[in-house]
């Protein structure tokens, strides 16, 4: 996805993601330490030193998706995600919380955020799990625009492409699946407090994901 110029590229999973991050040092701290975890995790962060510069950033340059710390003591998140979302209604916002903070997510997603991921449990591919969600979610939403008539291009070209061509096709919308399952799972994990059963169901879930991801892979 081009949020410059609000085009859209197919979210595949050897494509790096680029994220634009904008709060402060804990926050980045956490976020850099996240990624130092998960070496091999497809994403390039770049941090913003300023709203201003974030600005600057997403006029200039092609992000993936947009970080924001909403504890910042540098500037009010939720009200830069506001302005973010008026001036980029397509932008995946990935909101960034701390969970102690009482209707933080609420009033984030009320803002503009299309995700809010909790501090103490980022991880780099909780983060890409996310931005890859969004945007199945806008492919979705865009298809559902043009009406039940349309057809990706990806499907109207598959009945000339080679067989090998194909199983590649298959195999990115499978993994981009997989990441879709991920993402949710993560979110769930981060919301049920309930019965043991519960958590490790959502846990098997997410086990059964990555294994049927690293399987795609090897058979490529």
Known sequence: MNCQGQSERPMIDNV???ILFLGENPSWSKLSQAMLEAPDVPLHVHRAQSPADAFRALS?????????????????GLISVQKIRSE?????????AHPAVKDVE???VEAGAS????????????LHAAVISIAMERQTELQQQKGPEAQPESAKSTESQSPAT?????????NNLLCVISAHADILS???????????????????AKSAADLIHRLR
């Open 190 to 208: 981060e919301q049920v407090v309930g019965p043991e059963p519960a958590v490790h169901s959502i846990s098997e879930i997410k086990k059964a």
């Open 166 to 174: 194909k199983i590649e096709v298959i195999s990115h919308a499978l």
């Open 60 to 76: 200039t340059e092609d992000w993936d998706a947009l970080a924001i710390d909403l504890h910042a003591w540098s500037f009010q």
């Open 106 to 108: 609420k009033r984030a």
């Open 88 to 96: 980029y209604p397509t932008m995946p916002l990935i909101a960034l």
């Open 115 to 126: 995700r809010c991921l909790k501090l103490d449990k980022l991880t780099a591919w909780g």
């Open 16 to 18: 790096v993601l680029r």
